[in-house]
């Protein structure tokens, strides 16, 4: 540590007629030693392997980043000074959106609305006028700014689930108060509730309980 760094902070921490060990822990912790090396990595500007990413941002907003290795683009005879790379955009089988570039190595922000849906990338380049794939993205599942109501099936289990936890809850609330259950107790009834739930749900299926729920 530079001296005038050093009297600042024993300056800063300093007590009159006192004499503390947190001084001096500044010298031997905080100490610069000339002699150390400093281990330096370097970042490769590309890792030349063959990836294409794509990541949701928000509702108008996908991330796509990607990679074209030096032997793609050789295997393919590409040649980004004079060819471009195409990219697709997919909604099943169906082009929502096109791009194009000339970097190997690139990133870009896609600016569309695509609710509720699958979409991939794909990444190609023309040959006899027919579009060649060279590799894929992730298919990401789209935001929806609509609220999702639970199926019937799912409300049968709610209702389900609630009716035995309103059941037992006001039981061992009850058990509680007079003094017949404890809290370790009310908590391990609670853990096998929720198993019961389970091996319930697994062994009825949602077609059997509305049949059960419409006979009632």
Known sequence: MHKSNQ?????????ENDFSSTSHAIDTTTYDNPNEEVNKFP?????NRDYLRLL???????????E??????????????????????YHGERIVFEFTSSFA?????????????????SIGFPKDNVFTELMHSNTVHTFSNQLKWPSPEDE?????????????????????ISGGI?????????????QLSRVDE????????HKGVENG
């Open 7 to 15: 009297d600042l902070a024993h300056k800063s921490i300093s007590i």
């Open 43 to 47: 970042i490769p500007s590309r890792y």
């Open 56 to 66: 949701p941002v928000n509702l108008s907003t996908y991330y796509i980043y990607w």
């Open 68 to 89: 074209v290795s030096d032997q793609t683009l050789q295997q393919n005879q590409l040649d980004l000074n004079h060819d471009q790379l195409i990219f697709k955009v």
């Open 105 to 121: 190595l690139g990133e870009y922000f896609l600016d569309q609305t695509f609710e509720d849906r699958d979409i991939h990338v």
């Open 156 to 176: 049968i289990w709610i209702k389900r689930e609630k009716v035995w936890i309103d059941m037992l809850t006001s039981t061992m609330q009850s058990q509680m």
């Open 182 to 194: 404890s809290s370790a107790q009310y908590i391990e009834e609670i853990e096998r509730l929720k």
């Open 202 to 209: 697994e062994q009825f299926s949602s077609s059997s309980l």
